[in-house]
């Protein structure tokens, strides 16, 4: 098998340690993250080594890494630890969850999670650094560029191109033939019809929420119900 660190310690982490270690051909060795957040000696039974003493433990010439890291700061958090390790030599492995439906022609880049329940349609492309959560539908010929997020039960409809950066949060849509710029953020529940220029936001619609005992609440349940 072949050797991988972590770089992390938070709940990402342990995630990557979990699929990495029960669906991969990579085994675990170590985790390591920057030296000020090193705060225990060890993480799953395995060593935590302040990220500036990683390349003399753990060679990239033996070792791969995989930063596993969230969405914080758009993503530019995880693009600048992926930076720093691809700097320091490391190749950087990526994860696709077997329990996905995908094609042989899937194009990925280095240091992608790719979490189970994935439809993946024929001549996508996906970038350097991309997570995709669970249970997503990547229509055919889309491109997803590097450091994006895509949260659970997205669906991107076919021939978008989603731009670096970008966060798409749960059950989001994205009409086909759709450009998304960079740096944008998709709101939970939004539906994305038009393209976006970089930096956009687009908010999803708001629910409204009646008590058991208001009126509303109990037209409702009749009409649907009949109760």
Known sequence: MKSLIIFGTAEIAELAYFY???????????????DEFVDNDSLLGLPVIPFSEITNKFPP????????????????LRQEKYEQAKGSGYKLASYICSKSVIW???????NCFILE???????????????LWSGNHI???????????VSSHVVIAGHCIIGNRCFLGINSTIKDFTTVGDDCFVAMDA????????????LGASCDTF???DKRARIIKRKYFGI
Not at 20 to 34: G, I, K, W
Not at 139 to 149: E, K, L, M, Q, S
Not at 191 to 202: A, E, H, K, T, Y
């Open 20 to 34: 990495f270690t029960n669906d991969s051909d990579y085994e675990v060795v170590a985790f390591t993250v920057d």
């Open 61 to 76: 010439e033996e070792n791969a890494m995989h930063v596993a890291l969230s969405y914080s700061k758009l993503n530019q």
């Open 104 to 110: 042989n022609d899937l194009e990925t880049g280095d």
């Open 117 to 131: 329940n994935q439809t993946i349609q024929p001549t996508v492309k996906i970038g350097n650094n991309v997570m």
């Open 139 to 149: 229509g055919h010929g889309t491109v997803i560029r590097d450091h994006a997020y």
């Open 191 to 202: 539906s994305v019809i038009n393209d976006l220029g970089d930096g956009s936001v687009v």
């Open 211 to 213: 008590k058991y005992d």
